[in-house]
């Protein structure tokens, strides 16, 4: 379940220092632009910011007074939280940083739909505000731990925020898989891929499979078949504390993949199997308001709601109805 929590993200090195770990998609001219903004704004409330090494030279910014430049592997220690200017690209480039800390991300979208992003470029300065005045809290987004095993062996584990999609590796085979739930055998499928997936990426490839779209505070994990050639081949909702397996048929004709957030991947030989599970370890996303999920969807998707009166104005017109009661006696 998401939960609010405290935007503490331990004691800071130095006591009452505080330090922002400043992400952004410096292929972007505007995110350059933005980028040097909220540095400038966040030095002139006495914040340190900290930048990538690799990207300061493209934010044209250097190590002095008020701006660390750190490698990766440190990058976010002693840090109060992450800011990402960018799409969800880049929110998912952050995540692999933060993954197993106690850190929040704020993502700020210069993208297209930006969903992981909890601001819009044109909300920058008073997203500045919130950060200098500690005016947001930390929502927890369940992950997935994924395992790949060939026989007994485990060859390989990573983990994933949005989906773990096992995949063809060839567009002229179709990958022929078995698929399991809880130690138990669900249905064989001929297909070109499986996604497992969590509510918060129940709006990405999820979404593009044609699987349903889970509101972040249900605690659960999403099976969804990828054009697959089976009698049975349905999006699934299984509890949080299932485990999903996809095993790769040994006679299937070549390879497959696994990839987990469009970002890790994993080759995938006849024989392999794929187990997908809760993960332990949450990733943090920072909340500015308290919008509820409905808002986000029809905002970032521009769903049609032309014709909705809403509660308050049905509370109006009932009010002022008249009343055709008949007359007391």
Known sequence: MSQSQDTAAGPPAEAGVRRILLLAHTGREGAIAVARQVITALRA??????????????????????????????????CELVVVLGGDGTILRAAELTHGTSTPLLGVNLGHVGFLAEAESEDIESTIDAIV????????????????????ELVA???ALNEASVEKAARQRMLEVVVEVDGRPLSRWGCDGVVCATPTGSTAYNFSAG???????????????????????????????????????????????LWCDGRRTVDLPPG??????????????VRLHQAPFTDRLVAKFDLPVEGWRGSSERRRASAHAPSHKADAP
Do not use: C
């Not at 005045?133 to 007994?152: H, Q």
């Not at 078949?225 to 070549?254: C, F, K, N, W």
């Open 133 to 152: 005045a500690r005016r947001y809290t930390s929502e927890d987004r369940l992950t997935l731990d994924v395992a790949v095993y060939r026989g007994k």
């Open 45 to 78: 409330h006495g914040l340190v910011v900290r930048v990538l090494a690799d990207e300061a030279k493209d934010l044209q910014v250097e190590a002095g007074e008020g701006i660390e430049l750190v490698a990766e592997d440190s990058a976010v220690d002693d």
């Open 272 to 285: 392999a199997r794929i187990e997908v599970r809760r993960g332990r370890q949450p990733l943090h996303l």
């Open 157 to 159: 584990s990573t983990w």
């Open 211 to 257: 699987g349903p779209v889970v509101w972040p505070t249900v605690d659960a994990l999403l099976m969804v078949p990828i054009s697959a050639h089976a009698l049975y081949a349905r999006p699934m909702v299984v509890a949080p504390d299932s485990v999903l397996a996809v095993e790769v048929l040994a006679q299937t004709v070549g390879a497959g993949v």
